[in-house]
């Protein structure tokens, strides 16, 4: 005879609920999950703290992450998934409860595609943005070509945005230059740039971050 669970009712007495053994239900996908009254511990609120805050950071590179953390490969995880995981494991650093983001070394893709080498960033007054690099053409792997889509992301750490500029060169132009007015003087910008393939859609390069 299978075990007789029951839901406590809103008037459950004080014994029933300090009992450890109570349990309450909860409903997930349509399947009935055991909730018990124990609290949670200390290392799994700041597992939570890390998560929430690995989870908030990826919403905003939401859209840039969908290209950069594409896969060759059909595996059941999510380009979203797949960056917090990198967040986690790797960028926030920190002690419960003062969790932070190490910016430098977060990554806004991951792939084999050969990268730009010597990345030279100048900003001017203005907003102007002018991005210089080298390659050699001639060397570039089998999944590389030289006409691979540059991707530049810039995160607004002041207002908590991100802004996408995806397709803004190809990895032959060897520079990328733009006009950004988005941004107040004060405000405290990271930028990131990575490559992905013209023609095969989950083939990018890692990311750089950028100093200025």
Excluded at 28 to 49: C, D, F, H, S, W
Aim: hydrophobic share 35%; proline share 4%; with cysteine.
């Amino acid at each position: 005879m299978a075990p007789i669970r029951r839901r406590l009712s809103p008037l459950f007495n004080e014994r029933e609920a300090n009992d450890k053994r109570t349990k309450l239900y909860y409903t997930v996908n349509g399947i009935k999950r055991e909730k018990r009254l124990k609290p949670p511990t200390e290392k799994q609120m700041a597992q939570r703290l890390k998560l929430g805050l690995a989870s908030s950071f990826a919403g905003h590179l939401k859209e840039i992450i969908e290209i950069g953390y594409a896969t060759k490969k059909k595996i059941p995880v999510t380009p979203g998934n797949r960056a917090v995981r990198q967040f986690l494991n790797v960028a926030i650093i920190g002690e419960h409860p003062d969790y932070q983001i190490d910016y430098p070394k977060v990554e806004i893709s991951k792939g084999n595609l050969n990268m730009v080498f010597d990345l030279r960033m100048v900003i001017s007054e203005n907003g102007k943005i002018n991005i210089r690099w080298d390659d050699d053409l001639d060397s570039l792997n089998r999944d590389s070509r030289p006409d691979d889509d540059v991707h530049f992301f810039i995160y607004n750490a002041t207002t908590g945005t991100g802004h996408n500029f995806k397709y803004a060169a190809k990895r032959l132009d060897f520079k990328l230059e733009m006009q950004c007015h988005v941004f107040e003087k004060e405000d405290v910008l990271h930028y990131w740039l990575f490559l992905a393939s013209a023609v095969h859609k989950r083939y990018v390069s890692g990311s750089v971050y950028l100093l200025k």
